[in-house]
């Protein structure tokens, strides 16, 4: 999912809002990615969802849905699929993404053509800062300059306090920084913000990368990449320092937290004063880091800083200590031109790009107008999502997912009544949570206010850097406020859906609320089986591993009686052997711990739906559509929204980064969990996913 509290998210962060539901977004974070011209990407059959909502032509009749039905609801469709040779995968999160990419791109060019209409207007900034992206002849001539400010403050960096006061800048620049500095509802009292402080510094996607022998080609395409970014600035001996810059990472890396370890938000609330904070990792000055980030200096010492992996500070903070100043200074320098490629000339956009390729499998690259897309939503997001908003979003959408989730929130009340696992005052404390819970659809109810942001034609460099300090600066100025619960973590035109702890709430943005997860046309099975099952997902998400750790005001806090806890961790024990099981590639098994909680939320969705959908009946027998009864559709209505096809490479660095499973998991192993699905596909013993009654998991 994408989190947008501040420019430098922390993956604890990302990780605890998470309950997205793994798919591909138009937003970006303010570093979009990288990539030059390409040729047009491949194309890619289009489904037809029917007269009533399913693609009945994608199915693989020749497959027995008992053995894989995955397989059997998109077997035809994915064996004509080709990944488009810009993307990693694709599937319908990808299909609609792109649907939204080109909605705004119209949007953009409207804009950018029209500027006069909309004088100093926030209409006329998304248009400037599109153009400037589009601008590449302007682009090539200007060269480095634009970052020639940045890189001279990195070579006058003489001693570790200048380190730390770069560092801490980075917040509202391209620079980066060992440690991570983000302003979120504090999980102990969400009605106020906190600061926080976690690990960062490194380049590769996780600490594995760094660690295990089977990532080695990865590091050695990660090393040439730094050698060919500091060779286009002249950094003194390339080289060298990309191998040093490698070796330092790996310290970092050494002493992070695992993925999973960040999961586990009691473990990484660890409240403390900058004081303390200072006396327990010693060798970094953490008074400059936060006053260069733009905390007033007044009681610094004395504010609380919510740590996240303590050890990990500790263990970075020794190693800067005694690190070389001139490798701080190349991986400063290194890192600020990888964050900022995507707005600098051809050369560096292709080395960029060279690497991602390496790492992602992903063959050719995106056309500019995406890439400028991307930029602008990553700078301007929430006003690019006005427009949209008011363009592309009918209001009966709005209506018809409120009762839908109002469907799905009675379906839940039921299973929690009816629960024989909890004790009566779990229950009741469960039952309290869910008559909290809020669900806000299509678009925040108030906008952000862009007035003070700065946007100057042909200079793109200076506009995204300029957005960058503008996110940091709005967040800031938050900081000794009330929290906004009416500030959204995702733009309305991303195609994903999250569930926010802090808030007891979940967000669906009007971008996903479009064929083939809700669709007005559409069977009510169908709607139930795939909208229904995405809003299930994320209102079970606040009664996952994680979830359950916060009660009903969103506070971090134990609710559970420790009989219920111990009964919950092996129901989920047993779930997450399931999935360590699983096989997606020779050898690549999901991690069973890692994807705990969007394992459990698939499961417990997939189970509401079905609910909601009998409850939709009123006790009247379903329809049977083109042969297909009602509990049918509901199934392959779930199983066609996980429709995807990824390249091997994105499947070995999703194994070790994502908190989702491979879609074949998601599809699979919920339904052989739940008794309808064997009645509805006459599933026998002998069946590839035949699990016995006493096999089958039931949390909720």
Not at 53 to 75: I, Q, S
Not at 245 to 254: G, N, S, Y
Not at 399 to 404: D, E, N, Y
Not at 585 to 593: A, I
């Amino acid at each position: 999912m994408t989190v947008r509290r501040h420019a430098k998210l922390s993956r604890r962060v990302a990780l605890l809002l998470s309950a997205g539901l793994g798919l591909s977004s138009v937003a970006g974070v303010a570093r979009a990615d990288t990539a030059p011209q390409a040729a047009a990407p491949t194309a890619v059959p289009q489904a037809s969802f029917g007269t009533w909502g399913v693609d009945l032509a994608g199915r693989d009749t020749a497959e027995k849905p008992g053995n894989n039905f995955f397989k059997y609801a998109n077997g035809t469709y994915l064996d004509h699929l080709t990944i488009p040779s810009d993307m990693t995968s694709y599937g319908p999160f990808n299909a609609l993404a792109e649907l939204s990419r080109t909605r705004v791109q119209s949007i953009l060019n409207d804009l950018s053509a029209h500027p006069v209409k909309h004088p100093k207007s926030i209409e006329e900034k998304l248009g400037t800062f599109y153009a400037s992206f589009m601008d590449e002849k302007s682009i090539e001539k200007q060269g480095t300059k634009p970052m020639k400010g940045d890189l001279d403050s990195i070579l006058k960096m003489r001693d570790a306090k200048a380190f730390a006061t770069l560092s801490g800048a980075a917040s509202t620049n391209f620079m980066t920084s060992p440690f991570s500095l983000g302003i979120n509802p504090d999980a102990k009292d969400p009605t106020r913000y906190a600061l926080d402080v976690d690990q960062a510094g490194l380049g590769l996607p996780d600490r594995d990368y760094y660690l295990k022998p089977e990532f080695a080609a990865k590091r050695a395409a990660y090393q040439t990449y730094i050698t060919q970014a500091l060779t286009l600035i002249k950094w003194p001996e390339p080289a060298n320092a990309a191998a040093a810059i490698v070796a330092f990472e790996t310290k970092l890396a050494e002493v992070h937290w695992a993925r999973t370890d960040l999961r586990d938000p009691q473990k990484t609330y660890n409240p403390m004063t900058v004081a303390a904070l200072a006396k327990a990792a010693p060798g970094f000055d953490w008074v400059a880091w936060l006053t260069a980030a733009g905390l007033p200096t007044e009681g610094l010492e004395n504010r609380t800083v919510i740590v996240g992996e303590p050890t990990a500070i500790t263990g970075e903070a020794a190693i800067l200590a005694t690190a070389d100043i001139g490798l701080l200074q190349a991986w400063q320098a290194f890192h600020t031109v990888e964050n900022a490629s995507t707005y600098l000339p051809d050369a560096f956009v292709q080395a960029r790009f060279t690497f991602n390729k390496a790492l992602s499998g992903q063959p050719a690259l995106p056309v500019r107008w995406k890439r400028g897309v991307q930029a602008t939503s990553a700078a301007m997001g929430m006003a690019l999502g006005k427009v949209y908003v008011e363009r592309y979003f009918p209001a009966e959408n709005r209506t018809a997912m409120q009762k839908l989730t109002g469907d799905l929130k009675d379906a839940f009340r039921i299973r929690l009544q009816h629960n024989t696992w909890m004790s009566k005052e779990t229950r009741e404390a469960a039952l309290r949570k869910l008559e909290n819970f809020e669900v806000q659809v299509g678009y925040p109810n108030e906008w952000r206010d862009y007035s003070s942001l700065n946007v100057t034609k042909g200079d793109v460099y200076g506009n995204a850097k300029n957005g960058i300090a503008f996110e940091w600066d709005y967040w800031l100025a938050r900081l000794d406020k009330p929290v906004d619960r009416n500030e959204w973590d995702m733009t309305p035109q991303t195609v994903n859906a999250y569930n926010n702890p802090l808030f007891d709430q979940v967000v669906f943005p009007a971008a996903i609320l479009q064929p083939p997860f809700f669709n007005p046309q559409a069977d009510a099975a169908v709607n139930y089986g795939a909208i229904g099952g995405v809003i299930g997902h994320e209102m079970t998400h606040s009664f996952d591993d994680e979830g359950r750790q916060f009660d009903e005001h969103g506070r971090l806090r134990d609710w559970w009686t420790k009989a219920d806890a111990a009964r919950f961790q092996k129901l989920a024990d047993r779930l997450g052997a399931q999935y360590d099981a699983f096989e997606v590639l020779p050898g690549v098994h999901v991690n069973g711990k890692l994807t705990m909680g969007e394992n459990i939320a698939d499961l417990g969705g997939l189970t509401l739906a079905l609910d909601a959908y009998h409850a939709s009946l009123g006790g009247q027998p379903a329809p049977v559509i083109d042969g297909l009864t009602g509990d049918q559709r509901v199934f392959l209505g779930w199983a066609q929204v996980w429709r995807e096809k990824l390249r091997d490479d994105t499947v070995k660095n999703l194994i070790v980064t994502d908190p989702h499973s491979p879609p074949q998991a998601r599809v699979n192993i919920p339904m052989h969990n739940i008794d309808a699905w064997y009645k509805a596909w006459d599933v026998k013993p002998g069946d590839a996913l035949y699990l016995t009654p006493k096999q089958r998991v039931k949390i909720w």
